[in-house]
């Protein structure tokens, strides 16, 4: 691989300011209801199971989406593709505060779910797209890292907007922000090919992976892939359930960290508001520093496989700590929420890779489609914790402890990584090989 031109330009990081907003603005969207959750449960009578199930018919739409919008956006591009999901899941953002019935909510949810399962088949295919495979990592840490500021910015915004102005005005004012994205995503982006903005020796950085590439495995990246092919390899399996083992722990805190922090410290409102910004500002962190660990592995002459393997078993370990999270909470409840916040960033390091592991194996034409069959387990993960959280949550609380139900889902939390690890690195992948379709 050719030494790193100083000169070659930075337009690359341009384009990823662009994915990293849409992240955010993402979670931004599916977040507000896990802060309005007080004032939705007084307003409807919500019980743990009743939310529950909203958040599972999110959950279980996200999963449809994931079955074909990684195709379609292999299909029609990363521009188009990218615009239109955010438009709809925006509207759908909006359309929540016309809700009159728990069933209300349970249309617009779905319809956000749906919508939003777009945003990171498309972020990852833009990676792919506009980075060499060795700052792939780095960037999907840097985009990933708008999750959690879009999860800063919501518990500080959000019951502001609700104890200020109403519940229904914090849908419509947090949904309307991504309808400004779309400008500056159809005036800024286009693919490296077409863009004119971009120098010859940015472009030609961007694809110095292509020059170790066999005419054979260039023309591979121009075939698109049906999902049925892709099923057929390990490797495509390996991420599915690596995914289905890990996003629902991030679903959890991304949901119920809220209600945690009501039932074990009865904060409410704007008291949230510190305690979730601090998490969510750790969690930044860890997205970050979780791409550039294996990229500083690399530049350190390891091979890229060993230093994936080895930076999720490292991610893979910190989680591990929260399921003491409760117990040195009583003294602080700030042990609680460092170690909580620890686990979450964990996650994020974790997630960065993940995804990371994707265009490692696969073409580019297939990345969008596999990013999507692993987005898919990972909400039917999703779907299964919100419905065991709200078994479990509701049934401890009719016993009168139901911190012992959040004791029970932090257990889970906290082994969920290595779990993965093992079955993605000793059971399925262990030499991580590239598929050749």
């Known amino acids: 691989m050719n030494q790193v031109n100083q000169n070659i330009g930075k337009y690359r990081w341009t384009i990823l300011s662009l994915v990293f907003f849409a992240t955010t603005v993402n979670y931004l969207d599916r977040q507000v209801i896990s802060l309005l959750k007080p004032f939705l449960e007084a307003e409807f009578s919500w019980t743990e199971t009743d939310y529950a199930n909203i958040v599972f018919v999110f959950q279980l739409c996200y999963a449809l989406g994931m079955l074909g919008v990684g195709y379609i956006i292999d299909k029609i591009g990363t521009k188009l593709g990218y615009a239109v999901s955010l438009f709809a899941w925006s509207i759908a953002a909006i359309l929540h505060a016309t809700a009159k019935s728990t069933l209300g909510f349970g249309v617009w949810r779905g319809l956000l779910g749906v919508s939003e399962a777009g945003n990171f088949p498309a972020a990852i295919k833009t990676v792919a797209e506009w980075f060499p495979k060795k700052e792939r990592a780095l960037a999907t840490g840097i985009f990933n890292s708008g999750t959690n500021i879009g999860a800063i910015i919501a518990p500080l ?9 109403g519940w229904q005005e914090a849908f419509i004012i947090t949904g309307a922000v991504g309808l400004i994205w779309l400008v500056f995503w ?12 971009l120098s010859k020796d940015e472009y030609d950085y961007i694809h110095s992976d292509d020059e170790d590439k066999t005419e054979a495995e260039l023309a591979q990246d121009k075939v698109k892939v049906p999902w049925l092919t892709l ?6 399996w390996a991420f599915f359930l690596g995914k289905f083992l890990t996003d629902p722990v991030w679903w959890f805190f991304l949901f119920w960290l809220p209600a945690f922090l009501k039932a074990e410290y009865n904060l409410t409102g704007m008291q949230v508001s510190l305690p979730l910004a601090v998490v969510y500002t750790m969690t930044t962190f ?23 393997k080895r930076s999720m078993l490292i991610y893979a370990f910190f989680p591990l700590p929260v399921l003491f999270s409760q117990a ?16 979450a960033s964990a996650h994020q390091a974790w997630s960065a890779n993940i995804f990371t592991t994707v265009s490692d194996m696969f073409p580019k034409k297939a990345i969008s489609s596999v990013t999507g069959i692993g987005g898919m387990a990972g909400a039917l993960g999703g779907m299964l914790i919100a419905k065991f959280a709200g078994f479990i949550l509701d049934h401890y609380k009719a016993a009168g402890d139901i911190k012992i139900g959040y004791y029970v889902m932090f257990l889970i939390c ?24």
């Open 286 to 308: 860890g997205s970050i520093f979780g791409g550039w660990l294996p990229m500083n592995f690399m530049k350190n002459g390891m091979d890229p496989v060993k230093a994936r």
């Open 414 to 437: 906290g082994v969920a990584y290595l779990l993965a690890w093992v079955v993605m690195f000793k059971l399925l992948i262990p030499k991580m090989k590239k598929v050749n379709i």
């Open 157 to 165: 915004v959000v019951p502001w907007i609700a104890v200020t102005w």
């Open 231 to 236: 099923l057929k390899f390990k490797q495509t």
């Open 186 to 197: 159809f005036w800024i982006y286009e693919v490296p090919k077409k863009h004119k903005k």
């Open 328 to 343: 040195l909470g009583q003294y602080s409840m700030w042990f609680a929420v460092i170690i909580i916040g620890i686990a």
